[in-house]
């Protein structure tokens, strides 16, 4: 942990200042919810790591998807994403996400959750434990410092395609598309 | 002469900022010992505010970008009324209606700006925080009355240089007993529990806040760092001496922090009528006796 | 064998000719009937006391070509026998097509219990007010739930033929 380094502040402040203050939005899916509460509170502490909890999208710059995704979440997922100030950083939680996990023949449950909106990194494990969110924030902060955690980059360029796979999934979305701009 | 008073103003907004932040850094360590935990480096708010300027950030119109520097700048007039030990740059004139008046920018540029972004649960917080200024202006109008009648003054260095000589405001009994009230209501000011209301994240998604994001959060939580030196500086300005030197003056402010902070690490949220009813209660009462007292002794 | 659900077996047997009622534990009654008596023998439960509506379930019988509802009653009361009295109400309909009264002029706490079975076994409710979708987003030819819809090829077919966007980007 470089956080105590003044030059690194000096030299890269934005970068320095994603990886020491991940403010996290907890998508309360499935039954990944039960392992947050010990992880943000007195027993594990993610508030010394600078992840503390944020009851609003504006401003999350972190987004824990913990657990399943049904159809009918899979929507407000979309729209919390979309209204997290850029950049921000997604963190697929537990092997539902991943793909499908113990839902893998379900008629409702979304399978691969990389498919609708870009992922950063996953959490393997049914359930992981409380530690094993502390292993995905520091690996997110080597990600953030390679530059390789440009999920959000991502989503901006290949919004099309995105935008297709959610109206195939969900039908004809209600709020206008996020990027105008198309690129083919 | 006018470049002296520039430089204590740009001192005096910087330390405000500086004490300001530390207070709220120190808040969330604080809280993280009482509940056994590490917690957060203190300058974590510092760290966050970083972030938060080097994020896109979403505006929601003209009045809502307008609203949050009005309310910043509302918290930087009262910052130049209030005197810090030798530095006053302002508080020759007006002293403390000016500042009851000013008080008053920074939740109504809030307001502003909140009601723009047009969110149901904006207005819910917003409400919530007049409601409750509704409730803790009456005690620290009557509180204010009263120091304002025994010392026979409204200027702040005149309170403070009388007490210089007379010993601190606590040792007179009818300040004692508005002093305490100021202390059952500084938790209301600077949103501690047990009146929290207005955020309450666990309620009503932190309230008027919920919309902000980006810079604009940023220049929130400076406000609220703001808003926190005032009201502590206020209050050591009228009962508890003043500044003799700025270390001195900053040790007390810490301490009566503290003590705010372990009263809102224990206990739970009041609903607002609830709220409404203990601030017009007891702190209005204990400083309507003190109000009488000074005006029947004189 | 406890007093209340003898006598409220010979009560019953007394006003409906046509239905089957076995005790099949101490505090459980299975009443089996056809499915025009259901509304009747629900209303006159509720009329003795047995005001509460647990939870409506449903099985899918392929083999036979039936679907058996089960309505779950209990009571609220301060009678301590009465109170631990689980009534389970059974009916079988056809598959195809299946149709029943509503029971919300009973119980009014059917509502959502019958949405639900509404779009999970496919089947119409009779002068329920708003058979809207409760759970489900996307619309499906079987109900999910029946026996013979195949969550296997379903999920091949929707979910799997949603490609990967970098796949995508790659053919283009």
């Known amino acids: 942990m470089d956080r105590n380094k003044l030059g690194k502040w000096l030299q890269s402040p934005g970068k320095m200042g994603q990886k020491y203050s991940l403010h996290a939005l907890y998508f309360c899916t499935g039954c990944g919810i039960i392992e947050i509460p010990p992880t943000i509170t007195a027993r594990w502490d993610a508030e010394r790591f600078g992840v503390i909890p944020v009851a609003t999208p504006r401003q999350a710059n972190l987004f824990l998807i913990t657990g399943y995704v049904s159809v009918k979440t899979l929507r407000p997922i979309i729209r919390s994403y979309e209204q997290m100030p850029e950049p921000k950083f997604t963190v697929g939680f537990g092997s539902c996400p991943i793909n499908g996990g113990m839902y893998w023949d379900s008629y409702n449950t979304i399978k691969h959750l990389d498919k609708y909106i870009p992922i950063d990194g996953w959490i393997a494990g049914c359930m992981p434990r409380p530690e094993a969110v502390f292993v995905a924030v520091t690996h997110l902060w080597t990600l953030i410092d390679k530059g390789m955690a440009d999920g959000y980059k991502k989503y901006r360029e290949d919004y099309h395609y995105y935008r297709e796979n959610q109206e195939k999934i969900l039908g004809k979305l209600e709020w206008p598309p996020l990027f105008s701009s198309k690129k083919m | ?298 | 064998m406890n007093h209340t659900g003898t006598s409220l077996k010979e009560n019953l047997l007394s006003y409906f000719d046509d239905i089957l009622v076995e005790i099949s534990d101490e505090h459980r009654l299975t009443i089996s009937c056809k499915k025009d008596s259901v509304i009747t023998i629900l209303s006159s439960l509720n009329r003795n006391g047995y005001n509460h509506l647990a939870l409506i379930s449903c099985v899918d019988w392929i083999k036979d070509n039936e679907l058996e509802l089960v309505y779950i009653i209990s009571a609220y009361t301060e009678d301590s026998e009465k109170g631990k009295m689980n009534i389970l109400v059974k009916t079988k309909i056809a598959r195809e097509k299946p149709e029943l009264l509503t029971v919300m002029s009973i119980y009014e706490n059917a509502e959502p219990y019958e949405r639900e079975l509404h779009e999970l076994y496919g089947i119409n409710f009779k002068g329920h007010p708003r058979l809207i979708p409760l759970l489900l987003e996307r619309e499906y030819e079987i109900p999910p739930f029946r026996k013979d819809f195949d969550t296997r090829k379903y999920v091949q077919d929707v979910f799997d033929k949603i490609p990967f966007v970098e796949d995508k980007k790659g053919r283009k």
């Open chain 2, 1 to 298: 002469m006018v470049m002296n008073t520039i430089l204590e103003i740009i001192i005096i907004i910087l330390l405000a900022a500086i004490i300001g932040l530390f207070f709220l850094g120190l808040s969330r360590k604080i809280m993280a010992r009482i509940h056994w935990r590490y917690g957060p480096p203190i300058a974590q708010p510092v760290i966050d505010i970083i972030k938060l300027f080097n994020q896109t950030s979403m505006s929601h119109g003209k009045l809502f970008n307008f609203g949050i520097i009005f309310s910043l700048s509302g918290s930087v007039v009262v910052l130049l009324f209030l005197p810090l030990g030798e530095m006053c740059p302002l508080s020759s004139s007006g002293g403390l209606l000016v500042i009851l008046y000013c008080m008053l920018i920074a939740p109504l540029g809030l307001a502003l700006s909140g009601g723009e972004a047009a969110n149901p649960i904006t207005s819910i917080g917003i409400s919530r925080k007049f409601l409750l200024a509704f409730g803790y202006e009456l005690p620290l109008l009557l509180i204010l009355l009263t120091v304002m009648t025994h010392f026979n003054t409204i200027s702040i260095v005149d309170i403070v240089n009388m007490q210089l000589q007379t010993g601190w405001s606590f040792q007179h009994l009818p300040l004692l007993l508005s002093g305490i009230a100021y202390i059952l209501i500084l938790p209301a000011i600077l949103d501690l529990r047990p009146f929290e209301l207005i955020q309450a994240p666990q309620e009503i998604s932190s309230g008027p806040m919920i919309e902000y994001g980006g810079k604009f959060l940023a220049l929130a939580t400076i406000q609220h760092a703001f808003n926190v030196f005032i009201s502590l500086s206020l209050f050591t300005n009228l009962f508890l001496g003043g500044a003799e030197n700025p270390g001195y003056f900053f040790l007390k402010m810490l301490i009566v922090f503290i003590i705010l902070l372990f009263v809102n690490a224990v206990t739970p949220r009041f609903r607002i009528e609830q709220a409404i009813k203990f601030l017009w209660r007891w702190p209005a009462l204990l400083a309507f006796a003190g109000l009488i007292i000074v005006s029947v002794t004189g």
